[in-house]
């Protein structure tokens, strides 16, 4: 299976802050990546997938970037509500994999 | 408006059975690829299993492969997930998601459902 590692596990940040989440994959997967916000007590929110394609109704401050093996989250300017853990997941292969997440906190 | 809901968690025996249900409405199910993932308490995300969107093609964790099995019917725009020889590991919210296979993102996920197995 792919392994996917995400750093760092927590990060603590201010409202207005760049933020940048880092996720690596164990072999290339391409562009076939996607990011993930999962709020307590709810399911995930699909963010971005395909390294860099900002799914529908996700606000423009969410970016995404890479391919290959190394990708990243950024978060340009931190708003009150994104605060919450952070899932990347490749999908290229048959058996999905996440990477550990990053939560988010406030500072 | 896209909506999966799960249904059929609860508590069971280790060794048990339990079968998951998640009805789709609100797309033209027998265009999409649907998989299940789950979350342990206090852990990460999980992807459990994924079939296309004919039923032909099934995917499985390694975690899960001999134990679960997925399955569709697109007549009823319904997943399944049928849990055999559950463990005390397999304890988790599980969610239905829209995608979530072979180069399908999962765009859509429903709320999630408990299952806990326990003595």
């Known amino acids: 299976d792919i392994q996917m590692t995400q750093s760092p596990s927590t990060l603590s940040a201010s409202v207005g802050d760049r933020v940048t989440i880092t996720c690596r994959a164990s072999q290339s997967i391409s562009y076939w990546l996607a990011w993930y916000q999962q709020k307590p007590g709810k399911a995930p929110k699909l963010l971005i997938y395909k390294a860099s394609i900002l799914e529908s109704g996700v606000p423009s401050r969410f970016s995404g970037s890479g391919s290959g093996t190394e990708f990243t989250l950024t978060i340009s300017s931190l708003q009150p509500d994104d605060f919450a853990t952070y899932y990347c997941q490749q999908y290229n292969s048959y058996s999905l994999t996440f990477g550990g997440g990053t939560k988010v906190e406030i500072k | 408006e896209v909506q999966v809901l799960e249904s059929g968690g609860g508590l069971v025996q280790p060794g048990g059975s339990l079968r998951l249900s998640c009805a789709a409405s609100g797309f033209t199910f027998n265009t999409h690829a649907m998989s299940w993932g789950r979350q342990a308490p206090g852990k990460g995300l999980e992807w459990v299993s994924g079939i296309s969107a004919g039923g032909d093609s099934t995917y499985y964790a390694d975690s899960v492969k001999g134990r679960f099995t997925i399955s569709r019917d697109n007549s009823k725009s319904t997943l399944y997930l049928q849990m055999n020889s559950l463990r005390a590991e397999d304890t988790a919210v599980y969610y239905c998601?829209?995608?979530?296979?072979?180069?399908?993102?999962?765009?859509?996920w429903g709320q999630g459902n408990q299952v806990t197995v326990s003595s």
């Open positions: 998601a829209r995608g979530g296979i072979v180069q399908r993102t999962s765009d859509d």
